[in-house]
């Protein structure tokens, strides 16, 4: 399986590449060529370094690699350069660096229990899995299409999820430390590690109840892992302390003043809210409510870059997403801790942190619905209900990528390899849970069916009519919406199973 998708993603080197590719080759040249002081203050180019310093550290690593293939890509004031050699270059690290990746599906594949034993082994769930992930659609597109480096990085997520089930702790607390200082979304997910150790590896015994023995904390297992967080912490922002530089570097890593939604609007619950906004902005002013001198003429045709005022509902503030979120992690995390199911409960409430993040936060860009989707592709395999939300998020989730490859090249690209995804994840759970009811009810079936003629308006019908002038970005508003009411049922659908989820007072003790 690694080796089929490694020739695929080889395949996929001289296709279209994003913004991005410019992003980490201008962060290769300030790397390389400028000493540590000033790597968050350059700005020759729009794409400044804004990920944490260990990040940048593997990008200074790249960069004495790259000098071999074409050193003019290390030039600083070289914008948007793109040779052949450092197209193919860039395309190779990324592929190399998927290595991580391979070995932390693997890992993970050794925490399924074998209680669904199949005598073929297309049919075993650890099969299963290591297809959903290594093959998973979202991350061949925006990887090795697109152009990020996710994939290791998700590789370093699962493998510190791979050692806690393994218990593990200090390991897991480890890896996720050392995540966090590549790249900061993955605070999303922290609450959940947080919890998860502090219920698991700080207390050291459950009651007969499967109550908290306050009794069993373990000073020891506290102070190891703040060491753990506290080490690699100075380790990665202790340079930048030192010379006074740490407000730049956090002013770097979280810059509000990007506005409330990234350009193609994430499909989250945001999404739903612009959408309405701006339907009651069009129904005001066929009702002569509004001032039409008074709108701004982007917000009705195009997508909010920036920040941004709304019309008729009240604006939000980077405060008011925070506390939205924060309300919205609150029970999953209550849950973790007063219900605890071990590895399964810890995975449950990490693929609800990274949900609930994405529903309400601050500048969420589309891509960050892989961060449930990965994790969540682990619990599809072990029981129908979850598989069924699976199905429904991954799908929705991996359309709602569409956006970004938007060139005529890559349409059949992008269709093919969604399709091929799709059947595979449908027909392989269907299997797998073929004795019990249908994964998804006919409500749901028919929503997915109908990303379908979505799709078939926005690539082929729109383009044709007259609207594609004057309102460019319909496409985009009907898939982020059609989306984001999906990816919100799932989030909804997950949450009222994990909240009415009976334990057995002897799981609980367990």
Not at 53 to 67: R, T
Not at 151 to 179: H, I, T
Not at 183 to 212: E, M, Q, W
Request: net charge positive.
């Amino acid at each position: 399986l690694a080796l089929g998708v490694s020739f695929l993603k080889c395949l996929l080197i001289p296709a279209y590449y994003s913004t991005d590719f410019e992003v980490h080759r201008n962060w290769l040249a300030i790397t390389h060529n400028l000493p540590l002081s000033q790597w968050y203050y350059e700005a020759t180019s729009e794409w400044t370094l804004d990920y944490p310093p260990f990040f940048a550290w593997f990008e200074y690593v790249l960069s004495h690699i790259a000098k071999y293939f074409d050193p003019q890509m290390l030039v600083v004031e070289n914008l948007n350069y793109a040779s052949r050699a450092t197209i193919f270059f860039q395309r190779l690290s990324v592929i190399f660096t998927d290595t991580l990746f391979i070995y932390a599906v693997h890992e993970c594949c050794r925490c399924i229990n074998g209680k669904r034993a199949a005598k073929d082994i297309l049919e075993k769930p650890t099969f299963i899995l290591a297809v959903l992930l290594l093959w998973n659609f979202g991350l061949l597109i925006v990887d090795h299409i697109h152009f990020q480096y996710n994939g290791f990085l998700f590789g370093l997520m699962l493998l510190s999820v791979a050692r806690l089930c393994q218990k593990r702790y200090l390991e897991g607390a480890f890896l996720f430390a050392v995540l966090l200082h590549f790249k900061h979304i993955y605070v999303y997910v922290a609450p959940a590690y947080g919890v998860y150790l502090l219920r698991s590896y700080c207390f050291t015994a459950n009651n007969a109840d499967g109550s908290l023995k306050w009794r069993s904390f373990s000073f020891l297992h506290v102070t190891l892992l703040g060491l753990i967080v506290c080490l690699v912490s100075a380790l990665s922002l202790g340079p930048f302390l030192v010379l006074g530089q740490l407000p730049q570097v956090i002013s770097r890593l979280f810059p509000f003043k990007r506005g409330l939604c990234h350009a193609y609007w994430a499909p989250n619950f945001w999404a739903l809210y612009n959408a309405m906004d701006k339907a009651l902005t069009i129904l005001g002013l066929k009702c002569n409510f509004l001032d039409a001198t008074k709108i701004p003429k982007a917000s009705m045709t195009g997508g909010l870059v920036q920040e941004f005022q709304h019309t008729v509902l009240p604006s939000v503030t980077p405060l008011a997403t925070l506390i939205c979120t924060f309300i919205a992690i609150l029970p999953s995390v209550f849950c973790l801790w007063f219900k605890p199911q071990g590895p399964r409960g810890f995975l449950q409430c990490l693929v609800l942190c990274a949900l609930s993040s994405f529903m309400f936060g601050w500048h969420v860009h589309e891509k960050a619905i892989l961060l449930a989707i990965l994790p969540l592709s682990l619990l599809s395999i072990q029981r129908a209900k979850d598989a069924g939300i699976y199905l429904i998020l991954a799908t929705t989730g991996h359309f709602s990528l569409f956006p970004l490859l938007f060139t005529t090249p890559e349409l059949p690209i992008k269709i093919l390899l969604m399709l091929l995804f799709t059947i595979y994840s449908f027909s392989s759970l269907k299997s797998l849970f073929r004795r019990e009811k249908p994964l998804l009810n006919w409500l749901e079936t028919i929503y997915l069916i109908q990303l379908v003629p979505l799709e078939i308006f926005c690539e082929i019908v729109f383009p044709l009519t007259p609207w594609k002038r004057h309102f460019p970005f319909v496409p985009l508003l009907l898939t982020s919406v059609y989306c984001a009411l999906g990816i919100t049922y799932a989030w909804l659908k997950l949450y009222v199973s994990v909240l009415t989820e009976r334990i057995p007072v002897r799981q609980k003790a367990e």
